[in-house]
């Protein structure tokens, strides 16, 4: 069973930083591109980044360009998305989700990200 | 960037009636649509891709429609399950992007 569980949300201040993991299991992590979306509170779904299965390319919506950075580590299975310089429109429920043919195939639980002073 | 609009914002509808469920595409993106179901505190789930193909484990009462600029998610005969809010996304170009959403709701 695919498992994609999302933790290291939280309350934190205006230009502060924050990095988010999220932990798969039960398939190849490796084989598949993984991505980030995210849903500000009682809005619609949002597109945040994007990386290619081995971590050679990486896709950013252009309002976290230079401020957020996607990466993994296929070793441990886990998925990151290091987020700095943080304003209050980042405030949202961050879910990690596995690519599969440009669908967002499946959805972990969400991190909820508060951005305030 | 892709804008998709989908309408309603809202429908009501009594269980047991079949609906219909709107997305266009603000340019044409070929079957490059796919569509989502989240319920009330749940993350999305999938359930249509590329416009028109099915999804393991969904029920057949879902179907999509369309090429181009217009699609349609189809429910046949709505279940209480299935009032929650639909999302359809474009993969045809970046950003990647989704409709504001349709609520159904019961009447």
């Known amino acids: 069973e695919v498992q994609l569980v999302e933790s290291g949300g939280g309350l934190v201040q205006p230009g502060r930083s924050l990095k988010l993991s999220c932990a798969a299991s039960g398939f190849t992590f490796s084989d598949y591109n993984m991505a980030w979306v995210r849903q500000a509170p009682k809005k619609g779904l949002e597109w945040v980044a994007t990386?290619?299965?081995?971590?050679?390319?990486?896709y950013y919506r252009d309002s976290v360009k230079g401020r957020f950075t996607i990466s993994r580590d296929n070793a441990k299975s886990t998925l990151y998305l290091q987020m700095d310089s943080l304003r209050s429109e980042d405030t949202a429920t961050y879910y990690c989700?596995?690519?599969?043919?440009?669908?967002?195939?499946?959805w972990g639980q969400g991190t909820l990200v508060t951005v305030s002073s | 960037d892709i804008v998709l609009t989908q309408s309603p914002a809202t429908l009501s509808v009594t269980p047991g009636e079949s609906v219909s469920l709107s997305c266009r595409a603000s340019q044409g993106i070929s079957t490059s649509i796919h569509w989502y179901q989240q319920k009330s505190n749940e993350s999305p789930r999938l359930l249509i891709k590329y416009a028109s193909q099915s999804i393991s484990g969904i029920p057949s009462r879902f179907s999509g429609s369309g090429s181009g600029t217009d699609f349609t998610l189809s429910i046949n005969r709505v279940e209480s399950e299935d009032f929650s809010v639909y999302y359809c996304q474009q993969s045809y170009s970046l950003p990647l992007t989704f409709g504001s959403g349709t609520k159904l709701e019961i009447k």
């Open positions: 990386i290619s299965y081995d971590g050679s390319s990486t």
């Open positions: 989700a596995r690519l599969q043919l440009s669908t967002f195939a499946y």
